[in-house]
């Protein structure tokens, strides 16, 4: 519960978090008093809530039973909001408000994961990234928890390892596999949300009804799981959706380049987010199209589809527009869709293209993830820590700046939309990981930290198996101090060699500690 930050005009109020919930109130007065509550994520400019973004009318009405202090909030809906705006109705007189609070309600899935830094901003990242994934977090992950509350699929996947890593999502993948599996089609394709409670209609709506990255969540989700918790069943139950799934999308294609949906949805750029402007469609649809043959064991066909993106993409064929993606290039490098030695050249065509465009991203909802692990990969997570260190648009730090206590839709929240969506959290995906230094697969730890930048030290853990393992880390005078907390030894495996050639590239001494704990 989170009570009144400020009161502003109007009768309306500050709670100081936006949030999935509802207003739960205190109030006093006489039999048949009726007041009505609205909640919003942003104000008007007369200073009144607003729901232009979110979805309206939407609020709510209490008639008072005037038996003294009467305690009421909504049962039976929740809507994302920050302000509060109280009004009498009818012209009547507003009765004594006792007290009034926000409650924030999300699902029960217990928490796993704590991280801690030497920078602000990636730890204010952190906190607005958890509390939109709470907020959208009931019985799907969904999109938003105003104006649609579906379950688009994409960022279950594309932000998969933060949630595994941070929640305990045991019985929610396994729920969530089950509802992706009731709603793939009778020919095999997929929606782009599941449930698939509305199915969009018009000239505009042929985007938003099959798209691969959204699809696709039916083959990543299984595999994920596996990585993480060392179980394979939900690969062997769905292997014949997946492959349905596949067998459907190679009908689908042409001369094995596959074109449809959404691509590198809400890039960045001087306009308000939505469609891809950045990267082609058909490159983002057709990768992914590659990724989930392959993954299904269709090696042949997976090999035809990687030399037909090669020869349609590749930047090194003249595709000047490729080559000024960010995604595309992303893409390419994390999913080997290039001939052989050609990887280096890729990743110092990426390198060359981010200092260009200023050290900032132009990535969206699917290439977001491709930059991030794309730039680890190869060994320039400095060069991931500048385009994250800033307070500008596009980035976290803007967002915050800007107040936002959960994470926006797009890069610039002033441009419109959701304040409330975990879409963009690909981050995530490395705090604990990559810059905590704790990797889970198959139910064990991989302990390998990795500086970036600036950063001198940082702290994070995880559960595993009912154990919690942490890792704490300072770089002081040359040395590079690590020490890993766990109950026993036999459930986390320190990679000495990739920690040593970090220290190496760093001009760092390693000086490493275990300590046990119950």
């Known amino acids: 519960r989170y009570p009144v930050v400020q009161r502003l005009a109007n009768n309306v109020f500050d709670m100081g978090q936006n949030l999935a919930g509802f207003p739960e109130i205190a109030v006093r007065g006489h039999r048949g008093q009726t007041i009505q509550i609205t909640v919003g994520e942003r104000l008007r400019p007369d200073g009144r809530v607003s729901q232009k973004q979110t979805g309206k009318p939407y609020f709510y009405r209490y008639t008072l039973k005037g038996n003294g202090i009467e305690r009421w909030h909504p049962h039976f809906s929740y809507y994302s909001f920050r302000y509060i705006q109280i009004e009498a109705v009818d012209g009547q007189e507003l009765p004594e408000f006792i007290d009034l609070k926000s ?16 920078n602000p901003l990636l730890n204010d990242t952190y906190r607005i ?104 069943s939900l690969i062997r139950q769905y292997m014949p959706n997946m492959r349905r799934y596949v067998d459907y999308l190679a009908t689908r294609d042409s001369a094995y380049i596959l074109n449809m949906g959404l691509g590198d949805w ?49 930047p090194f064929r003249g595709n000047s527009h490729c080559r000024s993606s960010q995604a595309g290039l992303s893409i390419m490098i994390c999913l080997g869709l290039y001939h052989e030695g050609q990887r280096e050249a890729l990743a110092d065509s990426l390198v060359a293209l981010i200092h260009r465009q200023g050290d900032r991203l132009t990535t969206g909802d699917i290439g977001t993830h491709y930059l991030f692990r794309a730039l680890i990969n ?93 890792t704490s880390w300072q770089i002081c005078n040359g040395v590079f101090y690590l020490q890993v907390d766990a109950p026993d030894k036999h459930i986390i495996t320190v990679e000495y060699d990739k920690i040593q050639r970090m220290c190496a590239k760093r001009h760092l001494r390693l000086q490493y500690q275990f300590v046990h704990v119950k």
């Open 378 to 470: 190869m060994g320039q997570e400095d060069l991931l820590y500048k385009i994250l260190n800033h307070y500008e648009v596009p980035g976290y730090g803007a967002q915050i700046k800007k107040g936002m206590t959960t994470l926006t839709e797009q890069w610039d929240p002033d441009k419109g939309a959701s304040l409330n969506h975990f879409m963009l959290a690909h981050i995530n995906n490395h705090l604990v990981p990559d810059i905590g230094g704790l990797h889970i697969r198959d139910n064990r730890v991989s302990v390998s930290p990795l500086p970036m930048g600036s950063l001198n030290w940082a702290k994070a853990s995880v559960v595993v198996d009912g154990k919690r393992v942490a």
């Open 266 to 314: 809400y890039d960045y750029g001087p306009w308000r987010a939505g469609f891809s402007r950045n990267t082609p469609v058909d490159l983002v649809s057709t990768a992914h199209y590659y990724r989930w043959t392959k993954m299904v064991g269709y090696e042949d066909r997976a090999d035809s589809i990687k030399q037909a993106f090669i020869a349609r993409f590749s």
């Open 103 to 118: 409650d924030f309600i999300y699902n029960s899935a217990g928490r796993t994961a704590t991280f801690s830094c030497s």
């Open 129 to 232: 990234i958890d509390n939109a994934v709470k907020s959208n977090w009931m019985s799907v992950w969904t999109d938003c928890p105003s104006r649609e509350k579906l379950g688009w699929l994409e960022q279950d996947w594309l932000n998969g390892e933060g949630l595994l890593t941070n929640y305990d999502c045991r019985q929610m993948v396994r729920q969530e596999m089950q509802v992706i599996a009731d709603a793939q089609h009778a020919n095999g394709s997929m929606p782009e949300i599941a449930p698939e409670y509305v199915h969009f209609e018009g000239s505009w709506a042929k985007p938003f009804l099959e798209s691969p990255e959204w699809g696709g969540a039916l083959v990543a989700l299984p595999f994920l799981y596996a990585q993480c918790y060392g179980d394979s």
